[in-house]
């Protein structure tokens, strides 16, 4: 079975312009989660989406934002980007919506902001 | 608050040693799971202990869930290079929804 990727893996990107990040989860999947993790703050969690609806937000600013889609696929958007976004953007894909319920991680897509 | 503590932060230790690496809260978990992850890549579930007292092994790492399921270790015996990365550990907290909290992490090196 294939794992969960993301796409693109690396992007660069200057202050002020928007971003969009895709994530596949593993076939089955349904519910995805989406993680910031820099070197100062460690893994922030930054929303949670099962069946195309958003079911957990973490502590984050409304320029960030996401959607899944009815195959489970998932995006993550950022727009007016600024220097502090910089980081590796990880999603999660895990069986069904729940906090006993085992992630699995994509290899992320690592951004930087100019 | 960080709800998770992980200790040490880093650790550089020679190829051969033994290492316990730690994950402790004052709350409580309805699972926790160790990840290891390597630079550039996403974090790989290693292990998932659910019941208070349980005890895993995988080859050289053991995991111990806490009695109280507040706290967690892994140990690594002889450690090898190929064990270099950062160690996570995530916990579900009863009765908080939402996905996991993770530690910080402990980097781990292995020198040759």
């Known amino acids: 079975k294939a794992g969960v990727t993301q796409t693109p893996r690396y992007l660069i990107k200057t202050r002020g312009q928007q971003v969009t990040l895709s994530c596949s989860p593993i076939?089955?999947?349904?519910?995805v989660s989406w993680y910031q993790q820099t070197p100062g703050q460690g893994l922030q969690f930054l929303f949670e989406y099962f069946s195309e609806t958003q079911r957990n937000k973490g502590n984050f600013p409304g320029r960030f934002s996401g959607r899944q889609f009815s195959n489970s696929r998932s995006e993550m958007n950022v727009s007016t980007l600024e220097l502090g976004d910089s980081a590796l953007y990880l999603c999660?894909?895990?069986?069904?919506?729940?906090?006993?319920?085992?992630?699995?991680f994509g290899p992320g897509t690592r951004l930087t902001v100019l | 608050t960080q709800l998770l503590e992980q200790s040490p932060q880093f650790l550089s230790i020679q190829e051969g040693e033994n290492l316990t690496v730690y994950c402790n809260s004052s709350s409580v978990f309805s699972s926790l799971q160790w990840y290891r992850q390597e630079p550039g890549e996403g974090p790989v579930l290693l292990v998932t202990?659910?019941?208070?007292?349980e005890v895993k092994k995988l080859k050289r790492l053991t995991f111990q869930f806490g009695d109280a399921r507040k706290d967690s270790s892994l140990h690594i015996t002889a450690a090898q290079p190929g064990d270099t990365g950062l160690y996570l550990c995530?916990?579900?907290?009863?009765?908080?929804?939402?996905?996991?909290?993770f530690g910080d992490g402990t980097t781990l090196t292995v020198k040759p």
């Open positions: 202990v659910v019941t208070g007292g």
């Open positions: 995530a916990g579900a907290v009863i009765p908080n929804a939402g996905k996991s909290t």
């Open positions: 999660a894909s895990s069986l069904a919506a729940g906090y006993t319920d085992t992630q699995y």
């Open positions: 076939s089955g999947h349904r519910s």
